[in-house]
């Protein structure tokens, strides 16, 4: 059944590159992104993120004309800068803008969002102890300043050269992963600039709460990443000191309504809101973990079963 939302639009639904274990971990690519996307479309999904850059076309009627082909449409794309260090700034805007100014040529609007993010995976302490931040493990106050001013100059560009809006990505194993984390970035950047990417799996094995972002968030919610977390590879985790891409080949990250995020609450607790964007599968499939378009089709039966 399809769910209508106070704005009185139906949610959108859609899934990313990584769901097929694309580009997560570098290495050879299993899957072209015509794979990937004829395989998204035969299960259901509506719109697909970009992916890294290159993975699908970067020339703009190449990519409008594969996702027209396919009746999908061109929701987000992921930008990851080392925010922390202000050296990066400038090449983080560039890349941003690079994105965003794709990402308006194929769809001709604004609605398409940049999904900005540290630079994951790239500090080992973040990296080892990602699933476990505690306070000792962020960053100072003075940092903090530095990693919110790049967010929000990257948030400006992006929307003075080309009107689309950036959304921040909390994510494990980058350091805006616990809730006093997100807090410090959000309550130093304005709004109306920087908007929020909620990410339940990521901020569930972070230890937060993601029904409680949404009430605390739900202004500057205009995005969303529908991921699981498995409770008993997220324990095994702590308790054995694994790493992030450790837990994540251990499968921390499950096909949807298999692990403990409670997605029926969330999406009331969305639609209190109001919220009407768009909610983007990710599933972080690797080899040995299932088989992606399989598991792509069970992520969306289990959506519709849930409402959506």
């Known amino acids: 059944m399809t769910n209508t939302w106070p704005s009185g639009g139906a949610l959108r639904i859609g899934n990313a590159p990584c769901s097929w274990g694309a580009l997560e971990f570098g290495g050879d690519q299993a899957y072209s992104y015509a794979q990937v996307l004829d395989e998204m479309a035969a299960s259901g999904f509506a719109g697909t993120e970009l992916g890294d850059w290159g993975f699908m076309p970067t020339e703009p009627k190449a990519l409008r004309d594969a ?112 809730g006093w984390e997100l807090d410090a970035l959000l309550k130093r950047t304005d709004p109306a600039v920087v908007g929020l990417c909620l990410d339940t799996g990521h901020l569930t094995f972070g230890g937060g709460d993601p029904v409680e972002c949404v009430r605390q968030y739900a202004s500057r919610i205009w995005h969303v990443h529908f991921k699981d977390c498995d409770p008993h590879v997220a324990e095994t985790a702590r308790s054995e000191g694994w790493d992030y891409f450790t837990a994540v080949g251990h499968g921390v990250f499950c096909e949807l309504g298999r692990g403990e995020v409670d997605f029926p609450a969330v999406l009331a607790a969305l639609r209190t809101s109001s919220y009407a964007g768009w909610v983007v599968v990710e599933q972080d499939v690797l080899p040995g973990l299932g088989t992606p378009a399989e598991s792509a089709t069970r992520n969306r039966a289990y959506l519709r079963e849930v409402g959506v």
């Open 67 to 178: 996702l027209a082909e396919r009746g999908l449409a061109l929701v987000g794309a992921f930008v990851p800068v080392a925010l922390a260090a202000v050296e990066a700034h400038a090449s983080g805007r560039a890349a941003a803008l690079r994105v965003a100014r794709l990402l308006t040529a194929v769809t001709g609007a604004t609605t398409p969002v940049v999904v900005l993010a540290d630079a994951n995976g790239t500090v080992p302490e973040r990296t080892t102890q990602a699933g476990r931040i505690t306070p000792g493990d962020s960053l100072s106050e003075a940092q903090w300043d530095v990693f919110s001013r790049g967010t929000s100059e990257i948030a400006r560009a992006v929307r003075d050269e080309t009107g689309l809006r950036t959304v921040f990505h909390p994510h494990c194993a980058g350091y805006v992963e616990a």
